[in-house]
């Protein structure tokens, strides 16, 4: 759990932490991240020193994850140790070899080793840098600047790199929270994928912008989603049908309903 304000001393560090990896303004940080933390963090951190976050499904595997980073020049990348009992680090590391411009492998949940993502990012309190506000300040992207590559399915080709600033992807989240009357109070559930523009705008994006509270699910299971909106008091969630299907005949199988929302 977090806070507003330990998020903000976070996103501050690891930004730091990035450009002592070699990050700056426009270069392409990849990752392949289920819905945790780090995956919020690192986009606040990347908007903070003008990076661009490109953030890949974690379904992928060496033909998917291969063209786009090789595509996007990506400088660097950050996966998961295991996650569903696959090995990302292992695959990333076969992949660097044939990625010219793939720099660094930073690993989350490993050893501990010097690839290891909070030895290098989260441990060392690089905000109390004496270069870090100069660092903060210098290259904070503007409404049109580009903060975001993400790529297409490939379902009729080769998979498209999308471009995004904060006002292409700000111009639907604005309307959209004003429409449904979503505000600080609400609370979000998201277990859409935030490597998919669902997850990422709304599961993300659109409860910072509302200062609201985000609960965030890398593991589909809808006894535990019912659950977390019961105990969370969850008022908001977006996701597709099966997602939904599910949360509604969970809901019917237990005969207990989950608390009303005005929405």
Known sequence: RFSYRELSV???????????LGVGRND???????????FSLLYLACSRIGAVLNPMMHIFRERELGFMLKHGEAKLLIVPKLFRGFDHEAMARALQPSLPHLQRIVV????????????????PEWEKAPDAREILTRHRPGPDDITQLIYTSGTTGEPKGVMHSA????ANIVPYARRLKLGADDVVLMASPMAHQTGFMYGLMMPIMLRASVVLHDVWDPKKAVA??????VTFTMASTPFLTDLTKTVQDSGQPVPSSPY
């Open 228 to 233: 977390t909106i019961r105990d969370e008091g």
């Open 10 to 20: 976070l996103a501050d560090r690891i930004a730091v932490g990035l450009t002592r």
């Open 108 to 123: 989350i949940g490993g050893d501990g080793g010097p690839d290891d993502f909070d030895t290098l990012l989260t441990t």
């Open 28 to 38: 392409v940080v990849s990752m392949q991240l289920p819905n945790w933390w780090q």
């Open 167 to 170: 006002n292409t992807v700000m």
